[in-house]
C-alpha cells in the first residue's frame, strides 16, 4: 500500500497551490479520502475528507472557501487545491484513507512565505 503525495512547495501569501495524492495497492474508490496537516509544534488537524463516491465533502472552518477537495477514482488520486494560501496554512499535508483499515502518506511540506 502506498500513498505519495507531491505539490508542496514555497507560495507567497494570496498563492495558490494544487496537492495531489496517488494511491496503490488497495481499493481506492471504496475508501473514504482526507488531507490532514501539522504545523511546527501543533498537533495534526483534519483539512478536508472526500467519501468514496465524491460526494459527502467537509472542510475545517480555517480552509473553508479557499480549499477544495476531489478525487479521480479512475487515477487512484486524490487533490487538494488550495487557494488565497496564508502564512498560517504553512504546515506538513499529509494523504490519509480510511475504510476498514487505515492508511497514510509519508506528507509533502507546504510553505506560505514571502
Known amino acids: 500500500v502506498q500513498l505519495v503525495e507531491s505539490g508542496g512547495g514555497l507560495v507567497q501569501p494570496g498563492g495558490s497551490l494544487r496537492l495531489s495524492c496517488a494511491a496503490s495497492?488497495?481499493?481506492?474508490?471504496?475508501?473514504?479520502m482526507s488531507w490532514y496537516r501539522q504545523a511546527p509544534g501543533k498537533e495534526r488537524e483534519l483539512v478536508a475528507t472526500?467519501?468514496?463516491?465524491?460526494?459527502?465533502?467537509n472542510y475545517a472552518d480555517s480552509v473553508k472557501g479557499r480549499f477544495t477537495i476531489s478525487r479521480d477514482n479512475a487515477k487512484n488520486t486524490v487533490y487538494l487545491q488550495m487557494n488565497s494560501l496564508k502564512p498560517e496554512d504553512t504546515a506538513v499535508y499529509y494523504c490519509h484513507a480510511r475504510r476498514i483499515w487505515t492508511y497514510w502518506g509519508k506528507g509533502t511540506l507546504v510553505t506560505v512565505s514571502s
Open positions: 495497492g488497495f481499493t481506492f474508490s471504496s475508501y473514504v
Open positions: 472526500i467519501a468514496n463516491g465524491g460526494g459527502n465533502i
